[in-house]
């Protein structure tokens, strides 16, 4: 499976971004739980927000009540709303399944910076 994220840029603390993920070669997608994860450089990868196959998610305490994740499962797709965004949002975001990681995408750059 190959997973390409897309949508990062440059914001200024308080503006939204949306990313997405779209994991393709594979099957089973609409049954598999994906997460969002984000690292900052010297920093671990950290899972910020979680969905299941279902559509039920579980979100960091950092992020609860600013991101939203989603997913298009006939498109193989899983989105990231993220608002009111700080700088401390700052990183590399990533999506993968939860377990039995796929290969790491290259990862969209989230920037917020005033």
């Known amino acids: 499976v190959q997973l390409q994220a897309s949508g990062g840029g440059e914001v200024q603390p308080g503006g939204s971004l949306r990313l997405s993920c779209v994991a393709s070669?594979?099957?089973?997608?609409?049954?598999?739980?994906m997460g969002w994860y984000r690292q900052v450089p010297g920093k671990q990868r950290e899972l910020v927000v979680r969905?299941?196959?279902?559509?039920?998610?579980i979100y960091a305490d950092s992020v609860k009540g600013r991101f939203t994740i989603s997913r298009v499962n006939a498109k193989n797709t899983v989105n990231l709303q993220m608002n009111s965004l700080k700088p401390e949002d700052t990183a590399v975001y990533y999506c993968n399944r939860l377990d039995r990681l796929w290969a790491w995408g290259q990862g969209t750059l989230v920037t917020v910076s005033s």
């Open positions: 070669g594979g099957s089973g997608f609409s049954t598999t739980s």
């Open positions: 969905i299941t196959g279902g559509g039920s998610t």
